[in-house]
T-cell receptor, first 114, second 112 residues
Framework: AQKVTQAQTEISVVEKEDVTLDCVYETRDTTYYLFWYKQPPSGELVFLIR??????QNEISGRYSWNFQKSTSSFNFTITASQVVDSAVYFCALSEYNNNDMRFGAGTRLTVKP | DSGVTQTPKHLITATGQRVTLRCSPR?????VYWYQQSLDQGLQFLIQ???????AKGNILERFSAQQFPDLHSELNLSSLELGDSALYFCASSAPGGTEAFFGQGTRLTVV
C-alpha cells in the first residue's frame, strides 16, 4: 500500500523567511497522484496542488512552489517570504491510479511568527 | 467554499449511542471519501464510494458503516460509540480519474 512520510512535525519561522516542507512517498504503482493540502486553524482542508507521476515539472504559484523528484520519491513544498497567514498544518497526500484511497502524511504544523 | 456540504457541524453524544453523519458532494462528483482526524491518529482514510458502490476501504471499524445513495449523497453511521471515537470526520468528493478531492468543513463528534 502507498505511504506518505512528513518527517517534520512542527516548523517555526519568522515572517519573511523561506520554509520548505518535506514529503517522501512510497508506491509500487507507476501512475499516481500527489497532493498538498492546507489546514488552517479554522479546520477546513484546502486543496493546494495536484501533481501526476508523469509530470515532473516544478510548479510555482505566487509565493508557493513545489519540487517533485521521482528519483528521490519526494514532493517538497516551499513557501517564499512566509507570512503569518501561512500558519497552518500542511498535509501531503498520495493516490494511486489503481487504488482509490488518498493516503495522507501525518502533517507538518507551520507557525509563522511576526 | 469547497462545494462539499457536511451536516451536522458539531455533535455531542453519549457512549454507546449511534449517530449518522451526512455528506453532499460537489455537483458532478461521483466519488465520496470519508476521513477521520483525531489528535493521535492524524488524518485516516475510512472508506470511499463511487457512484453508489464501495470502491476502497481503509481503517474503518466494524462499528462504522457508510453508504452512498442514488442522489450521490453519503452517510457515515457510527454505532456503539466510544470515547475514542471523538474526532473530526471529513467528507470529500472528487471527479473520476485521480483528481483532487475537495473537503467539507467536517463534523466534530464528541463522545462523552
Amino acid at each position: 500500500a502507498q505511504k506518505v512520510t512528513q518527517a517534520q512535525t512542527e516548523i517555526s519561522v519568522v515572517e519573511k523567511e523561506d520554509v520548505t516542507l518535506d514529503c517522501v512517498y512510497e508506491t509500487r504503482d507507476t501512475t499516481y497522484y500527489l497532493f498538498w493540502y492546507k489546514q488552517p486553524p479554522s479546520g477546513e482542508l484546502v486543496f493546494l496542488i495536484r501533481r501526476n507521476s508523469f509530470d515532473e515539472q516544478n510548479e510555482i504559484s505566487g509565493r508557493y512552489s513545489w519540487n517533485f523528484q521521482k528519483s528521490t520519491s519526494s514532493f517538497n513544498f516551499t513557501i517564499t517570504a512566509s507570512q503569518v497567514v501561512d500558519s497552518a498544518v500542511y498535509f501531503c497526500a498520495l493516490s494511486e491510479y489503481n487504488n482509490n484511497d488518498m493516503r495522507f502524511g501525518a502533517g507538518t504544523r507551520l507557525t509563522v511568527k511576526p | 467554499d469547497s462545494g462539499v456540504t457536511q451536516t451536522p457541524k458539531h455533535l455531542i453524544t453519549a457512549t454507546g449511542q449511534r449517530v449518522t453523519l451526512r455528506c453532499s458532494p460537489r455537483s458532478g462528483d461521483l466519488s465520496v471519501y470519508w476521513y477521520q482526524q483525531s489528535l493521535d491518529q492524524g488524518l485516516q482514510f475510512l472508506i470511499q464510494y463511487y457512484n453508489g458502490e464501495e470502491r476502497a476501504k481503509g481503517n474503518i471499524l466494524e462499528r462504522f458503516s457508510a453508504q452512498q445513495f442514488p442522489d450521490l449523497h453519503s452517510e457515515l453511521n457510527l454505532s456503539s460509540l466510544e470515547l475514542g471515537d471523538s474526532a473530526l470526520y471529513f467528507c470529500a468528493s472528487s471527479a473520476p480519474g485521480g483528481t483532487e478531492a475537495f473537503f467539507g468543513q467536517g463534523t466534530r463528534l464528541t463522545v462523552v
